[in-house]
């Protein structure tokens, strides 16, 4: 079983097209988040959910809307593609404040926008 | 926010050699969790060792161990017998209070046969 899955593993589509990007955990972990990793493979932190409740909340464009239906599904939907949003999109969970941190990640999505 | 720096951007070692990596961290936290994650071609996130700061003893996972000295707050990976399937990017990862992960720029290593 995998433990943090994301869909799809790839993503082609033109400039000012709208797309999300789906995040399932089934590690029981109260915290999840979105990641990009730009070309240059810099991983930076876009948002984080706690049960539901956003908590993080870094510089990224209005475009991006996260969605947690509950606590082990985190979306990301994307409006009015650009071509600087090609990167790979990582979700990822961890356990919330008292347990032994550790981030556990998905595959990835590879967003390519022509 | 805590910074993590990785300084060496490339790295190459022979198979069955050993290799270091070198990462640093700015902190003001007692408590907090270091980690180096490995990137392969695949590109998934791989943990490869985690140490707690509240342990003087370094980390092992069987070829990979860890150098942590809190006080220089730095945090070396050593990968030991080097095989081809260790080629990747690492990432040195800090997590502290309030459940956030910070990442350094990564090391790729290169594995020479």
């Known amino acids: 079983d995998t433990a943090v899955s994301q869909t799809p593993k790839y993503l082609v589509t033109q400039m000012g097209n709208d797309k999300s990007i789906k995040c399932e955990q089934n590690?029981?972990?109260?915290?999840m988040y979105w990641y990009k990793q730009d070309s240059k493979k810099f991983l930076k932190i876009m948002f984080s959910y706690n049960n539901k409740e956003l908590i993080i909340n870094e510089t990224v464009p209005n475009r991006f809307s996260p969605k947690s239906p509950d606590k082990a599904h985190l979306n990301l939907h994307i409006n009015s593609l650009e071509l600087g949003d090609s990167a790979v999109y990582f979700c990822?969970?961890?356990?919330?404040?008292?347990?032994?941190?550790?981030?556990?990640f998905g595959n990835g999505t590879r967003l390519t926008v022509t | 926010a805590q910074t993590v720096t990785q300084s060496q951007p490339e790295m190459s070692v022979q198979e069955a050699e050993t290799v270091t990596l070198s990462c640093t961290y700015d902190?003001?936290?007692?408590?907090?969790?270091l980690f180096w994650y490995k990137q392969p071609p695949s590109r998934q996130m791989i943990l490869v060792i985690r140490q707690e700061a509240y342990k003087q003893q370094n980390a092992t996972e069987n070829r990979f161990s860890v150098n942590f000295q809190k006080a220089a707050k730095s945090f070396s990976l050593k990968i030991s017998d080097s095989q081809l399937g260790d080629a990747a990017m690492y990432f040195c990862?800090?997590?502290?209070?309030?459940?956030?992960?910070?990442f350094g720029t990564g090391t790729s290593l290169t594995v020479i046969p």
């Open positions: 990862a800090y997590s502290g209070t309030g459940n956030q992960f910070y």
């Open positions: 902190t003001s936290e007692s408590d907090y969790y």
């Open positions: 990822a969970s961890s356990p919330f404040l008292g347990h032994v941190q550790t981030l556990h």
């Open positions: 590690l029981g972990h109260d915290t």
